[in-house]
């Protein structure tokens, strides 16, 4: 199990069994997992629309070692945390599959692994260069996430 | 000198390719490098969006000097993770 990394992007299907066991550690009584799954029904101001399947894409060079330095900036803010694992899905995901998994490990419940989990899947939304693009029976679309001012080019004038 | 371009998601599709070695001026930067791209890619839309460039896989400005050999991202805001809040 120490083998496998704690940080990667994948085709492959997750798990959270998978990933809280890659940062189970001996001297660590407390393990918080987030998934974030593919919702197939979302309520918008137009009401509700349905999603068939997304399909993320990385840049995966790039995003693993960002996902490292979220794990980075946690153990800065969060000293206590002995281990953070960040796995990501590419490719097709199905209504109900998870496209991200987390976990974060530390003594005690108390020394900050709730909100290290949660600081840990917005910064990956935030700043980790990966796409998805929303899926139904009629059409396609890619959705951008907010933008991030300190991240923007300026963009010149065309 | 010579970088490669690589492009993700929307710019991807638009341009209709993923990776590309573009020849630049010396001491070219980010911004010079986009201008010649709007100009040789006319499918490709640079312009009136929100844009993040990584150069060698770091975030970039559009002022950062290239070297030779550097290797320069173009993508939209980035959306990955599981969906949070409506996004509508």
Redesign the interface.
Same mark, same amino acid.
């Given at each position: 199990m120490s083998s496998k990394k704690l940080f990667e992007i994948t085709d492959q299907p997750l798990s959270l069994d998978e990933v809280a066991a890659r940062v189970n550690r001996p001297n660590c009584g407390a393990i918080t997992t987030?998934?974030?799954?593919?919702?197939g029904e979302?309520?918008?101001?137009?009401g509700q629309?349905s999603t068939d399947f997304l399909h993320?894409?990385?840049?995966a060079?790039?995003?693993e070692?960002m996902l490292a330095q979220i794990a980075d900036e946690i153990r800065a803010q969060w000293p206590k945390v002995e281990a953070v694992s960040i796995l990501?899905r590419i490719g097709r995901c199905a209504i109900g599959e998870a496209?991200?998994v987390i976990a974060v490990t530390t003594p005690h419940r108390g020394d900050g692994c709730f909100e290290a989990c949660q600081y840990a899947?917005e910064r990956?939304?935030?700043?980790?260069?990966?796409?998805?693009?929303e899926n139904w029976s009629d059409g396609q679309v890619?959705?951008?996430?907010?933008?991030?001012p300190e991240?923007?080019?300026?963009?010149?004038?065309? | 000198m010579k970088i490669t371009v690589?492009l993700?998601? !929307?710019l %991807?599709?638009q341009a209709g390719w993923k990776e590309k070695i573009v020849e630049v001026p010396p001491a070219s930067t980010?911004?010079g490098l986009?201008?010649q791209l709007?100009r040789d890619e006319p499918n490709l839309a640079? !312009?009136? %969006?929100?844009?993040?460039?990584?150069v060698n896989?770091?975030?970039a400005?559009?002022e950062q000097v290239l070297a030779d050999g550097d290797e320069v991202?173009f993508?939209?805001?980035?959306?990955?993770?599981?969906?949070?809040r409506?996004?509508?």
């Open positions: 987030f998934a974030g799954v593919v919702r979302t309520v918008t101001q137009a629309r993320y894409e990385a840049y060079e790039m995003a070692p990501h496209s991200v899947i990956l939304k935030a700043i980790v260069p990966i796409w998805k693009e890619w959705v951008e996430g907010p933008r991030q991240l923007a080019l300026d963009i010149p004038r065309g | 690589r993700f998601a !929307t %991807r599709q980010v911004a986009m201008a709007a640079l !312009t009136g %969006r929100t844009l993040y460039a990584a896989m770091t975030y400005k559009s991202a993508f939209p805001p980035v959306s990955g993770g599981s969906p949070g409506n996004n509508a």
